[in-house]
């Protein structure tokens, strides 16, 4: 497969095969390119509904905070009703025995802890609402 990969400005077409790659051309960007695409990556699945997440927990508005990746939440740090700024470390999930943060998107209140420690969770599936 052929790919264009830009970095610092430098373009380079490679094409990869096997495992092997080889660098075809070399050029100049003139203007810093678009992000291009290496490979297609799987798209994140649909956040479930509150009904397929946990249909005894009734659905809070706000914006869900959803896994990143599939994993095993290990810790939870925010409960009902705590203010969370953006950015802020909401828990920490585990995947491939490396301990990840998941950070608020938005700063507000958390409406709903969908997730207990020791929760298996998908990539997109939602862990706390915030509002």
Same mark, same amino acid.
């Given at each position: 497969?052929?790919?264009? @990969?830009?970095?610092?400005? =430098?373009?380079? %077409?490679? !094409? @990869? !095969?096997?495992?092997?790659?080889?660098?075809?051309?070399?050029?100049? *960007?003139?203007?810093?390119?678009?992000?291009?695409?290496? *490979?297609?990556?799987?798209?994140?699945? #649909?956040?479930?509904?509150?009904?397929?997440?946990?249909?005894?927990?009734? +659905?809070?508005?706000? !914006?869900?905070?959803? #896994?990143?990746?599939?994993?095993?939440?290990? $810790? @939870?740090?925010?409960?009902?009703?705590?203010?969370? +700024?953006? &950015? !802020?470390?909401?828990?920490?999930?585990?995947?491939?025995?490396?301990? $990840? %943060? @998941?950070?608020?998107?938005?700063?507000?209140?958390? &409406?709903?802890?969908?997730?207990? =420690? &020791?929760?298996?969770? =998908?990539?997109?599936?939602?862990?706390?609402?915030?509002?």
């Amino acid at each position: 497969m052929k790919y264009q @990969v830009t970095i610092n400005n =430098k373009t380079y %077409e490679v !094409e @990869v !095969e096997r495992g092997e790659a080889n660098v075809l051309a070399t050029y100049d *960007a003139i203007a810093p390119a678009a992000p291009v695409a290496v *490979a297609p990556a799987a798209a994140p699945a #649909a956040a479930p509904t509150s009904a397929q997440a946990a249909p005894h927990v009734q +659905a809070v508005a706000g !914006e869900a905070l959803t #896994a990143p990746m599939p994993g095993t939440i290990i $810790n @939870v740090l925010k409960k009902v009703g705590d203010k969370v +700024a953006e &950015g !802020e470390i909401v828990c920490i999930l585990e995947a491939m025995k490396m301990e $990840n %943060e @998941v950070v608020a998107a938005i700063a507000g209140t958390v &409406g709903q802890v969908l997730v207990a =420690k &020791g929760s298996v969770v =998908k990539t997109g599936d939602p862990l706390v609402m915030i509002h």
